[in-house]
């Protein structure tokens, strides 16, 4: 079975421009979650996906979106970048509510 | 509000056992978690445990939980050179879905 796909891999914007990150989870898997990884601050949860649903979501600020479809992917959107979000994105996909996550590889956002 | 805290830096010799603590403050975690990062890469799940148990041995892998003090530890049996990794602790509780809440990690560092 494949494992987490996140694309892109790597990215650079510069401030004020908007990105927007994939995540394709495990096949079967309906619960999609996203991580924010800076050295300054860990690991930090955005928000989780379930059935096109958010269900949760962290402290962040509302430059930070999400969507899940129905094929279980998902997508997240920063507006307005800020240096301060350069950082290592983290998807994790989980078979449904309070299972096991599995983590993609990242992606890694440079903004400059 | 919950709260994982985690020692810095673990240095081992090849062959010997490493443990790696952690303390969370919530009571109502359900699940508390091990993941392993290498450079460059995103979390591995290594294992994790309900509350309801005390123990759990996968392997060379065996976590303890003591939830009277809410305290959790990954010992690694016969530790090798491909175990040096950053390792994270993490915990959930059921009201919050998949929400992880991670400590800032334990950079494990294994000399020959």
């Known amino acids: 079975k494949a494992g987490v796909t996140q694309t892109p891999r790597y990215l650079i914007k510069t401030r004020g421009q908007q990105v927007t990150l994939s995540c394709s989870p495990i096949?079967?898997?309906?619960?999609v979650s996203w991580y924010q990884q800076t050295p300054g601050q860990g690991l930090q949860f955005l928000f989780e996906y379930f059935s096109e649903t958010q269900r949760n979501k962290g402290n962040f600020p509302g430059r930070f979106s999400g969507r899940q479809f129905s094929n279980s992917r998902s997508e997240m959107n920063v507006s307005t970048l800020e240096l301060g979000d350069s950082a290592l994105y983290l998807c994790?996909?989980?078979?449904?509510?309070?299972?096991?996550?599995?983590f993609g590889p990242g992606t890694r956002l440079t903004v400059l | 509000g919950e709260d994982v805290e985690q020692s810095l830096f673990l240095s081992v010799r090849e062959g010997d056992s490493s443990v790696i603590n952690c303390t969370y403050t919530d009571s109502s975690s359900t699940y508390l978690y091990w993941y392993k990062q290498e450079p460059g890469a995103g979390l591995q799940l290594l294992t994790y445990i309900f509350s309801n148990m005390d123990m759990k041995q996968d392997q060379r892998l065996t976590v303890l939980l003591n939830k009277k003090d809410k305290h959790l530890s990954l010992r690694i049996a016969d530790t090798q050179t491909g175990d040096s990794a950053i390792y994270f602790c993490a915990e959930s509780a059921k009201a919050a879905g998949n929400k992880l809440t991670f400590g800032g990690g334990t950079r494990v560092l294994v000399k020959p």
């Open positions: 994790a996909s989980s078979p449904g509510l309070a299972d096991e996550q599995f």
């Open positions: 096949s079967g898997h309906r619960s």
